[in-house]
């Protein structure tokens, strides 16, 4: 298996500007997660899905922020408008039976610029 | 809220060097513990699992403390690659989720 994907790599955009990272979890994985890592807080998790439902999106930062699963192999996260300090590292994460004993995989993440 | 503190270093250490990181957890229900790794730019990686019993893989041993909730993880015989960002996580009880401390940098220097 190639791992989670994550697209794009790098993005840099203007303030306003709508951003949409994408993701592909390791096939099988009934989880899937969204991070945010900043220096000042680390990583944070921002929303989980289990069997392509969302679980809890209590991390999300507010409503300019959405993120979707259509199906088992697809997911995506948007920012509308998107802000200077949205600029992040944003990582998705896919496992197997929850994170209690199983490893989470972690794409390579989206570097998210907003100028 | 869920806390897991570290120390964010850098530990700068020679190689050859024994080294060892805390970090310290805030909810007492939590079951699972990990010690992820990071390097420069890349994605967390899973280096361990921490038992309760203690365990050992190789160069690395990590040590749970429940009483104190208090995870350790010890590095023996450091080598240039061990140099990264260890990230100490703990399980969300009750959750499928995981909380990141924001890591310790460790940079081991011929």
């Known amino acids: 298996d190639a791992g989670v994907i994550q697209s794009p790599r790098h993005e840099v955009t203007e303030m306003g500007q709508e951003v949409t990272l994408r993701c592909k979890p390791i096939?099988?994985?009934?989880?899937l997660f969204w991070y945010r890592q900043t220096m000042m807080r680390g990583l944070e998790l921002l929303i989980y899905?289990?069997?392509?439902?969302?679980?809890?999106d209590s991390g999300m930062p507010e409503d300019r922020f959405s993120a979707k699963m259509p199906n088992a192999s697809f997911s995506t996260l948007k920012i509308q408008p998107s802000e200077p300090r949205d600029s992040a590292v944003y990582f998705c994460?896919?496992?197997?039976?929850?994170?209690?004993?199983?490893?989470?995989?972690f794409g390579q993440g989206t570097r998210l610029t907003v100028v | 809220r869920k806390e897991v503190e570290q120390d964010p270093g850098p530990f700068n250490v020679p190689e050859g060097a024994t080294v060892a990181f805390n970090c310290t957890y805030s909810n007492s229900a939590s079951q699972s513990f990990f010690w992820y790794r990071q390097d420069c730019r890349k994605e967390p990686k899973l280096l361990m699992s921490?038992?309760?019993s203690g365990n050992e893989d190789g160069r690395f041993t990590a040590q749970l403390n429940r009483a104190s909730q208090y995870i350790s993880l010890l590095i023996r015989d450091s080598k240039l690659s061990d140099s990264a960002t260890y990230l100490c996580?703990?399980?969300?009880?009750?959750?499928?989720?995981?909380?990141f401390g924001k890591g310790t940098m460790l940079l081991v220097s011929p």
């Open positions: 996580v703990v399980e969300d009880s009750g959750y499928s989720t995981l909380t």
């Open positions: 899905f289990n069997n392509n439902v969302p679980i809890d």
């Open positions: 096939s099988g994985h009934d989880y």
């Open positions: 994460a896919s496992s197997s039976h929850g994170t209690g004993d199983t490893e989470a995989f």
């Open positions: 921490v038992y309760s």
